[in-house]
């Protein structure tokens, strides 16, 4: 099966504008979650989808948003930039309703606000 | 609310020694536990899991034991490679059947390993 995966890998960006990532999870996964990594916060949740309906969200303020196709695939949008949004951007998929909790994740989009 | 707390890092060992990655945790119930791997310029991998207590998840030469009674999820391998250099997060979250999946991680543990 294929991985999950996620496009970009890298952007960059002005302070203002906003910006789109896309990810398509694992064939079957129903359930995608996104986390921001960065060096001084490390991982932190996002939200997660499942039946394009959003299940769970973390802190993060309303500019950072998304959605979920009825094929799974899930988009996040972050609008009007900030230099402190500048990350790496994971998606992660997971089966429902069957094994343990376990996330497969996206290489990742690295994005940088300039 | 749930929490994971590593050891500090960075780590530095030399091949073939032996490593311990401490983790503990702070949850109700029963989570599920992991641990993950980051290598450089990657996403996160999987590298193994438990799903209740006294399981023992191993991948890789990797072991960790879940503990019930001490709250903890230690990594361990017996003889570290070269090719082990990562970054390690333990992980914790809840299965399907008990909600909205949302995984929970400690700050991670920073590995080098010198030839």
């Known amino acids: 099966k294929a991985g999950v995966t996620q496009t970009p890998r890298y952007l960059i960006k002005t302070r203002g504008q906003q910006v789109t990532l896309s990810c398509s999870p694992i064939?079957?996964?129903?359930?995608v979650s996104w986390y921001q990594q960065t060096p001084g916060q490390g991982l932190q949740f996002l939200f997660e989808?499942?039946?394009?309906?959003?299940?769970n969200k973390g802190n993060f303020p309303g500019r950072f948003s998304g959605r979920q196709f009825s094929n799974s695939r899930s988009e996040m949008n972050v609008s009007t930039l900030e230099l402190g949004d500048s990350a790496l951007y994971l998606c992660?998929?997971?089966?429902?309703?069957?094994?343990?909790?376990?996330?497969?994740f996206g290489p990742g989009t690295r994005l940088t606000v300039t | 609310g749930n929490s994971v707390t590593q050891m500090e890092g960075p780590v530095t060992l030399s091949e073939e020694a032996f490593l311990t990655i401490n983790c503990t945790y702070t949850?109700?119930?029963?989570?599920?536990l992991f641990w993950y791997v980051q290598y450089p310029g990657e996403g996160l991998q999987l590298l193994l899991k438990?799903?209740?207590?006294?399981d023992k998840g191993s991948n890789k030469g990797f072991e960790a034991t879940y503990r019930k009674e001490t709250t903890s999820f230690h990594l361990e391998k017996g003889s570290v490679q070269v090719s082990d250099s990562a970054v390690y997060f333990c992980?914790?979250?809840?299965?399907?059947?008990?909600?909205?999946?949302?995984?929970?991680f400690g700050q991670g543990t920073r590995l080098t390993i010198n030839p």
């Open positions: 992660a998929s997971s089966l429902v309703g069957q094994g343990t909790g376990e996330q497969y």
């Open positions: 064939s079957g996964h129903r359930s």
């Open positions: 989808y499942f039946s394009e309906t959003q299940r």
């Open positions: 949850a109700t119930g029963y989570p599920s």
């Open positions: 438990a799903t209740k207590a006294d």
């Open positions: 992980a914790l979250t809840y299965p399907p059947f008990q909600g909205a999946q949302k995984l929970v």
